[in-house]
T-cell receptor, first 112, second 117 residues
Framework: DAKTTQPPSMDCAEGRAANLPCNHS???????VYWYRQIHSQGPQYIIH???NNETNEMASLIITEDRKSSTLILPHATLRDTAVYYC?????????????FGKGTLLTVNP | GAVVSQHPSRVICKSGTSVKIECRSL??????MFWYRQFPKKSLMLMAT?????????EQGVEKDKFLINHASLTLSTLTVTSAHPEDSSFYIC?????????????FGSGTRLTVV
């Protein structure tokens, strides 16, 4: 699976949009981009995933560049409860055992 | 939605004893479950892949005789930390995969905080 690069930390003001970048320059054609987050001392929570089109759900939007080498997770109106470590993961859709491998992620701190 | 229940949430045990952690998929059948370990301020590290009805596949460096995994049914996987020592103190998290779900069905348990004294 392709590796990802994320900034170690980011700050965001409450109510503002949080834009979390992720580089995945070695992504291959059948690999999806997944985003999870982990609030302190809890299990990871699925946010969103995409292949090449931009995606939006009730939690966030995912913008994937045309060459698919990078993506941005957007939390449109960050709240204090969005403070967490956000993980960008690239996952091959093929194979019988799809292992989610976590990098270091980005610690997003939402400030009042 | 898919729910994974992990029990216990916290456990304190004496050095040398064994501890069992359960991971249950409550509303779906999970042919594959994953076990992770997380040390403070570190990322999740995959320990093993648990497959129903067959032996678990361990990641490099993980002692299979120390971390016993049993996946005897489609809704339950257990991780037993045998002869626990203080260095085994960590946050253990399971994940269950539901095939053909919209997001490939990776759902995580709430984790188990193990403290070995």
């Amino acid at each position: 699976d392709a590796k990802t690069t994320q900034p170690p930390s980011m700050d965001c003001a409450e109510g503002r949009a949080a834009n979390l970048p992720c580089n995945h320059s070695t992504i291959s054609g059948n690999e999806y981009v997944y985003w999870y987050r982990q609030i302190h001392s809890q299990g990871p929570q699925y946010i969103i995933h995409g292949l090449k089109n931009n995606e939006t759900n009730e939690m966030a939007s995912l913008i994937i560049t045309e060459d698919r080498k990078s993506s941005t997770l957007i939390l449109p109106h960050a709240t204090l409860r969005d403070t967490a470590v956000y993980y960008c993961i690239v996952l091959n859709s093929g194979g019988s055992n799809y292992k989610l491998t976590f990098g270091k992620g980005t610690l997003l701190t939402v400030n009042p | 939605g898919a729910v994974v229940s992990q029990h216990p949430s916290r456990v304190i045990c004496k050095s040398g004893t064994s501890v069992k952690i359960e991971c249950r998929s409550l509303d779906f059948q999970a042919t594959t479950m994953f076990w992770y370990r997380q040390f403070p301020k570190k990322s999740l590290m995959l320990m093993a892949t648990s497959n129903e009805g067959s032996k678990a596949t361990y990641e490099q460096g993980v002692e299979k005789d120390k971390f016993l995994i049993n996946h005897a049914s489609l809704t339950l996987s257990t991780l037993t930390v045998t002869s626990a020592h203080p260095e085994d103190s960590s946050f253990y998290i399971c994940s269950a995969r539901r095939p053909r779900a919209a997001n490939y069905g990776y759902t995580f348990g709430s984790g188990t905080r193990l403290t070995v004294v």
